[in-house]
């Protein structure tokens, strides 16, 4: 089975149940949060802000492997445009019928795979995933979003490092004894960075956590421990690769 298909399956499943929890309790598809309080509350996503800056006039962004859109409902509060593309069908449906519920007009999504993306050079001002570069082959998947951003154009995404060697025995041991449909993703590393600047002008990482990911209450614990002692930062587990083309 190849990577596509791995990776349609994995999500198509995984969008079927949540639209039976949001089917059981409607308020589910009502957009509740803003970009701002998202964006800036989480450690794994709050460098986003500042390097997309969507307030600085409109921007058309593309969400690449936007799952069921709760980015790209988040997103569309300060964009002109938001297009969203997924692999799996049955997210791309779901994210379709949350933006129709909160009446999101300038919300578009689409079935796409992130390596082989149908759009037009040059056709988006911005680019954000969320942990969705690790599940793509790396150099295809960059050189697609290179080709669609404008010149000087910006792209981020956050995602999971395997730097540290607890956290990867444990993804390991996750997807061979828990995972129904483990899936084909591989954690980036430091390595990865001369991938990046092969397609990008400039790159920065910027380390974000370790488990406040998945856990928010320790996430203000993290960001301190990351400020005060900086040689952590390479034991970290989820950083922000923030692009400029």
């Known amino acids: 089975m190849s990577r596509y298909e791995v990776e349609k399956r994995k999500w198509d499943e995984f969008a079927g149940r ?3 929890v949001y089917g059981r309790k409607r308020e589910g598809f009502t957009v509740t949060e803003t970009y701002e309080g998202v964006f800036g509350r989480l450690n794994t996503l709050r460098p986003v802000v500042g390097h997309l800056d969507l307030g600085a006039g409109p921007k058309t962004v593309l969400d690449i492997g936007c799952g069921a859109g709760w980015t790209t409902k988040l997103l569309a509060q300060k964009a002109r445009v938001v297009v969203g593309v997924d692999v799996s069908f049955e997210s791309v449906r779901l994210a379709a019928a949350i933006a129709r519920h909160n009446r999101l007009d300038n919300v578009h999504v689409l079935v796409a795979d992130g390596d082989r993306l149908p759009f037009r050079d040059g056709a988006f001002d911005c680019v954000f995933g969320h942990a969705i570069l690790h599940h793509l082959e790396l150099d295809e998947a960059l ?3 290179s080709r669609l951003l404008k010149p000087g ?24 004894a828990l995972s129904r449909h483990p899936g084909t993703d591989r954690p980036l590393t430091y390595r990865d960075r ?4 092969k397609h990008f002008r400039r790159v920065a990482v910027v380390e974000t956590g370790f488990v406040g990911g998945r856990i928010r209450a320790l996430g203000p614990w993290e960001s301190r421990l990351l400020a005060r002692f900086p040689f952590l930062r390479s034991t970290a587990t989820q950083a922000c690769f923030l692009l400029e083309k």
């Open 143 to 145: 050189g697609q979003v």
């Open 194 to 197: 001369a991938t990046f600047e």
């Open 153 to 176: 154009g910006r792209a981020a995404f956050a995602e999971p490092l395997s730097q540290n060697r607890l956290a990867r025995a444990a993804r390991v041991l996750k997807q061979r």
């Open 18 to 20: 949540l639209r039976g």
